[in-house]
């Protein structure tokens, strides 16, 4: 309704924010008042700033609203200033993507250390001795002794 979105946020976050297939939010966007696009737009910014993992909800709205209201966004001639807090939410986002992609990176990288030295150590192949005896030393020896005659027969 118009009064959930004069309402700003409470409204997004009542009534609205929990669409999230593009067709409901389309269809709801294209009722909007041309007065209340602005304010619902930076009641989403706000929201995405205050609970930044509601941003992948969020950001359906703010991408339609776009769109739906690109004729008046763009005809508005102080549409730039009124949209600061937008324009430093996303730069906010973009200067930090390079850091979260290098970290993910580093886990990546991690969790297929940690999984190769479980698939090591867990391999059915390779029995894990718990004793460094010299015993078991020679066993290795002989073995690679065994596999170095055969090549070289071949």
Known sequence: ???????????????????????????????????????????????????????????IWLRQIMVTHRSYLLSTPDIASNLQPLYRLIDMQLNNYPKLIKLQGKLELLLQEKKSSEDDNCSPLSPVSLDNSEGDMEADGEDEDVLESESEED
């Open 1 to 59: 309704s118009e009064a959930d979105m004069e309402a700003g946020s409470s409204g997004i976050n009542a009534e609205y924010g929990h669409y999230k297939k593009p067709v409901t939010v389309e269809k709801t966007l294209s009722r909007l008042p041309l007065t209340h696009v602005v304010p619902l737009i930076l009641a989403i910014t706000e929201k995405i700033d205050s609970k930044p993992s509601r941003g992948g909800e969020l950001t």
